[in-house]
């Protein structure tokens, strides 16, 4: 049966972006050969240099759209190349509120990339896939912390990508037992590398709450928009479980060692989080500690598809791969901070 040794040639789609990068470090720091697949859309090929400084080792880049037909022949060849014997699908459109907007967007984008990397691990034989799923497909309907037994009922089209794919994986693993797949469910990364050579760089207005505090901090934005201040919660603001990008990284390397050593096929849907709730204004007020800058910041209305309140029972994780959080809030802002304040303009800077 298989052994963790087995799975030493890892493709990780998304592998530039901010999650990617750090999960690329994991793999390469634990002597893993890594394929990145990545088209740049939301990512900068600077962290591919910048993850062959941080952890020298076997990388390779393939710069292609894994939502694009045209490019799917490209990506199957270059994913049996090289050996693949698993993967981290990380690829796929991401903003909760641009999801909002253009559904059909993200549906295609989401959904076609994740068909075409199954094609190409079932022509690599290489039938063992990490899959980055989300918190969101949780919805509203859950008592805190949720488990991974907690209904779901995802509150945009971001999140229903996430929950069809989880699906689409069920499915593949149900009618071919070779498949082992693991859905990571996961709650809300920031912080960035120690050094600050990687970190989250949205090319734009940033869509999740650190990246936009970190450029107020910075001087880039003049204020923050705190959306809805009326929530059923503690302070007003909505409440998340905010997850150090690092301890998320080794939890896929974790995810990625289990499945290597399973007895048998299937897909499972695992959480990856602290357990532990933080309202938007204590983390702006843990990000003027980190920063000692100051945050201003205005209320603005609620936006469609967000919820008052999540975080999550990471006690699966723990118990099938050994793993857990181990970074505190004050050490993701600290670490937020020094990758925003080095890189005051993302990886263009």
Known sequence: MPSRAEIEKVVLTGGAGYIGSHVA?????????????DNFCNSHPEAVVRIGELAPGNLELLERDLADPAHKDDIVKAVCDFGAQGAVHLAG?????????????YYRNNLGATLTLIEALNAAAAKTIVFSSSATVYGERNKNPVTEAGATGPT???????????????????ANSAWRA????YFNPVGAHASGRIGEDPGD????LFPFIAQVAVGRRDKLRVFGDDYPTRDGTGVRDYIHVSDLAHGHLSALDW???????GAIDVNLGTGVGYSVLEAVAAFKRASNRDIPYEIAPRRTGD???????????????GWRAEKTLDDMCADHWRWQRMNPDGYRG
């Open 25 to 37: 470090v994991a793999l390469l720091e634990a002597g893993r050969d890594v394929l990145i697949v």
């Open 93 to 105: 459109l991401k903003a909760v509120g641009e999801s909002v907007a253009e559904p059909a967007r």
């Open 156 to 174: 945009n089209p971001y999140g229903r990508t996430k929950l069809f794919i989880e699906d689409i994986l069920k499915d593949v693993a149900a």
């Open 182 to 185: 693991v859905n990571l469910r």
């Open 205 to 208: 207005i940033p869509n999740n």
């Open 259 to 265: 499945l290597a050593a399973r007895q048998k096929g």
């Open 307 to 321: 919820i008052a309140e999540i975080y999550a029972d990471a006690g699966l994780a723990k118990k099938l791969f």
